[in-house]
């Protein structure tokens, strides 16, 4: 039987990551749900258009209830912060709509990875992992995997280096306290200082963190990136992978979910590497760690 990949939630992001599954070539059944069912209708309808393109089996709507038996649970439902609202209030109302969603999944499927990608990301990751009964390893957050794609981006077109040959992440929250490991970053082997200077190296993080706010203050919103990044997750899961992705997982030492590389395979989150860091890197850990601490005193 195929993969069968519930997005929960069909708004830009929820939407654009089901067509980027299928033009993908990831061979699954695709099941959406959205409290607008009828918006989650035309969804289904429209990118049911495009499987005669792929090899996913087919596009249906249905229930949180028939969502929870899927194998990988993605989970895009929730507000975006409004212009004024504090993380606090955006986190009391993004964790309630968490819960519901969570317990209408229930009974889960005792062996499915659960994304969360609803923010803030890292706090809600955490508040899921504790309200399932599932391993914590199979729940997961999107985390600072588009960020760091997109500074490794900009060091691609800065130094004429394709970008698949670039190790370099950005860790921590994904949100204003995130960092970029440069210490850690490496081109054949050598480190990243061989071809940047580190003013140059900052100005490029500085871009990396602050495209999301160009783009939403374009066109209100950001979803190819993400869905891309959502899409090409699924395959590493369905295809047991274990490629390194930095994504938001439970970090035992900080207790806290935060982005770390991560070794992302059949099981979920199977192995999490902390990579060495500058002192300096250090401090901008723990200082997004002490944020994180906070953020989980503030849920309800």
């Not at 980027?20 to 069912?37: F, K, P, S």
Request: hydrophobic share 40%; charged share 20%.
């Amino acid at each position: 039987m195929p993969t069968k990949i519930a997005i929960i939630g069909t708004g830009a992001v929820g939407a654009t990551t089901a067509y980027a599954c299928l033009i993908r070539n990831i061979t699954a059944e695709i099941i959406l749900v959205d409290v607008d069912q009828i918006d989650c209708r035309g969804e289904v309808l429209d990118l049911s258009d495009a499987l005669s393109f792929s090899p996913t089996s087919k596009v249906v709507q249905t229930d949180l209830k028939q969502a929870g038996n899927a194998d990988i649970i993605i989970i895009t439902a929730g507000k975006a912060q409004k212009e004024g609202q504090t993380r606090a209030e955006l986190l009391a109302t993004n964790q309630q709509i968490i819960k519901q969603v969570i317990e209408g999944l229930k009974p889960i499927n005792e062996n499915a990875i659960l994304i969360i990608v609803t923010n803030p990301v890292d706090t809600l990751t955490w508040y899921a992992q504790q309200i399932t009964n599932l391993p914590k390893n199979q729940i997961f957050g999107s985390g600072t995997l588009l960020d760091s794609q997109r500074l490794r981006n900009f060091i691609s077109k800065e130094i004429n280096i394709a970008e698949q040959s670039i190790h370099a992440y950005i860790l921590g929250e994904h949100g204003d306290s995130q960092f970029a490991a440069f210490s850690a970053g490496r081109i054949g082997g050598m480190p990243l200082s061989h071809f940047l200077k580190q003013h140059e190296l900052n100005t490029l993080a500085k871009k990396a963190q602050e495209k999301a706010y160009e783009i939403i203050s374009c066109k209100g919103c950001t979803c190819y990136g993400v869905a891309s990044c959502l899409a090409a997750t699924c395959e590493n899961i369905i295809f047991d992978q274990k490629r390194i992705m930095p994504v938001s997982t439970y970090v035992k030492r900080y207790n806290v979910c935060m982005s770390m590389p991560s070794a992302i395979g059949a099981k979920g989150v199977e192995r999490t590497i902390i990579p060495p860091l500058s002192p300096h890197e250090e401090d901008l850990l723990h200082k997004s760690v002490n944020k994180l601490k906070k953020m989980k005193e503030d849920l309800v």
